[in-house]
Structure formats: structure tokens, C-alpha cells
């Protein structure tokens, strides 16, 4: 059984855009998210990431799970363990 899942994109059916209210706002970032991180379209774009690309891709992502999620948050949510 697979451990994540990117259920939501799959199921939204409502409003995609930005600046118009913080619910939108919310579920077109996770709408983003879960299109960026498709297997397909990950395996097109990591050649093409300059190495400060991935780093800062790296550094954003790390410093909002550290920011906004316990230790045992991120062990149980994020590394799913």
C-alpha cells in the first residue's frame, strides 16, 4: 500500500487562482503542489533545475515543515513513519 497520496487534485473541481481569497489561495497551492510533485512532470523538469534551483527548492520546503510542524508532526505527516 502506498504511503502518500495526492487525492485532492484529483477531486477539486472549484476555483483556480490567486489574490482573490485565502480559501482559493490555499487550494490552488495545494492543487500546485501536487501537480509539481507528479512523478512525470518531476522526471521532465530535475535535469533541467540548475543545482541553485534545487537548493532553493530544497530550503523552502525544509524551513516550512520546520516552521510550521512539530518533530513528531513531521515524523508521522512528512516522513511518514
Known amino acids: ?3 502518500h497520496s495526492h487525492t485532492f487534485v484529483e477531486t477539486y473541481n472549484g476555483l ?9 489561495d490555499e487550494n ?5 503542489l501536487q501537480k509539481l510533485s507528479d512523478d512525470n512532470l ?3 523538469l530535475r535535469d ?13 520546503v525544509s524551513g516550512i515543515l520546520k516552521r510550521h510542524l512539530t518533530e513528531p508532526e513531521y515524523h508521522q ?5
Open 16 to 24: 483556480l487562482g490567486f489574490g482573490l481569497d485565502r480559501k482559493i
Open 28 to 32: 490552488t497551492v495545494i492543487v500546485y
Open 1 to 3: 500500500m502506498a504511503k
Open 42 to 44: 518531476m522526471a521532465q
Open 48 to 60: 533541467r533545475l540548475s543545482d541553485q534551483e534545487l537548493c532553493d527548492i530544497f530550503n523552502f
Open 77 to 81: 505527516h512528512f516522513l511518514k513513519e
